[in-house]
């Protein structure tokens, strides 16, 4: 098959988004009109200015302009609003369910409290079955490059809203921020109920993938492509169905890979990973679900089976109910190969 008709089996096909941080969906036309609603000073003149600071050489890199960009977003509308746009975005891909990341630790450090963020995200996410037909999920981050304490009082804010939180999860600076600094928050939220999720084998070694699975108990891994350096961590993801929300863009901008030829999504596939695709922060790495989806069936010749096996593995490693699970497997085995569109 040509890959203009693969890129358009991808489109085609309905997927899940596990991987998105909502404040890596603030676009930079989105930046200037907060900025200016807030009365919040920026340092850029322009749109084009934004986008050509958005050149990173590491996760730190990137870190120190998402935290800097989130300095806009104020009041419930703003992250109302945030959250409308991204599910317009997931939509137009055909993004059927979307789990989504929150830091409101980005938010409560700089005086918003928790309640507005938790608030203006979730007023969006009643909206995104009766206006957008996306179900959605939402997941609590740590900052990990904070301390456990300050994990385990956000933990204590969001009790009023457990109901609505699907997760937790544990993003930020990973280098010399091991997992088990949250093994206790982590027990706590198990405690909970809540389903957990870590970022771990982005620039960290596989020792903090082992451990994420071992200290922390996680059900899902986030990024997690430095396990191919190991062999018997493989075995054990491949053997466990653990999945590995991977985000092909934010790896090549982040400098994870220096090529997207390089990029290990393929081979996770060949050795049984439960890979998926995944945009992280859209709006810094350069495009939402179809745009990552477009860059590795380029980079490394995808064929039909490995993008349908990709769309599938985005709903069984979801946090959906089984009967939802097999209703979107269905939809994906029924989707034809080729569009028959004139
Ligand atoms: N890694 C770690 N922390 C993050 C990321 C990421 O890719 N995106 C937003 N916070
Ligand atoms: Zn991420």
Redesign the pocket.
């Known amino acids: 098959m040509k890959r203009s008709a693969l890129i358009d089996l991808a489109r085609r096909l309905p997927k899940a988004e596990l991987h998105l941080?909502i404040e890596?969906s603030l676009e930079p036309e989105m930046l200037f009109a907060l900025a200016k609603r807030n009365a919040v000073d920026i340092p850029f003149k322009s749109v084009e200015d934004v986008r050509a600071a958005y050149r990173f050489s590491n996760?730190q890199d990137f870190?120190d302009i998402?935290y800097q960009g989130m300095n806009v977003l104020r009041t419930e509308e703003d992250f109302f609003d945030l959250t409308i746009a991204y599910l317009n975005r997931a939509r137009a891909d055909n993004v059927r369910h979307a789990e989504i990341f929150f830091?409101p630790q980005g938010h409560t450090a700089r005086g918003i409290p928790f309640d507005v963020t938790i608030s203006g995200v979730l007023t969006a996410l009643k909206l995104s079955v009766p206006q957008f037909g996306v179900t959605s999920k939402l997941i609590m981050c740590f900052l990990r490059h904070l301390s456990e304490a300050e994990a385990l009082a956000t933990l204590k804010e969001a009790e009023p809203w457990l109901g609505d939180i699907a997760g937790v999860g544990l993003?930020?600076t990973?280098v010399g921020h091991p997992p088990e600094k949250f093994a206790s928050v982590f027990a706590a939220a198990k405690e909970r109920g809540l389903k957990l999720c870590a970022?771990a084998g982005?620039e960290g070694p596989p020792d903090y993938v082992r451990n994420s699975l071992d200290l922390l108990k996680i059900d899902r891994l986030d990024?997690g492509n430095r396990s191919l350096e190991d062999d018997a961590l493989v075995a054990r993801l491949r053997d466990t169905e653990m999945t590995l929300t991977v985000?092909p863009l934010?790896n090549l901008k982040?400098c994870v890979v220096k090529d997207m030829r390089a990029h290990p999504l393929k081979r996770m596939l060949d050795l049984g990973l439960r890979a998926t695709v995944n945009s992280?922060?859209p709006a810094y790495f350069g495009g939402y679900m179809n745009a990552n989806f477009a860059s590795v069936i380029e980079a490394l010749d995808l064929d039909a089976d490995d993008i349908r096996a990709l769309a599938r593995n985005s709903f069984l490693g979801s946090f959906l109910p089984e009967g939802q699970k097999r209703a979107h497997l269905a939809a994906i085995e029924k989707t034809p190969v080729q569009s028959f569109a004139p």
């Open positions: 941080h890596g996760l870190l998402y830091d993003d930020s990973e970022h982005e990024h985000c934010s982040l992280d922060d």
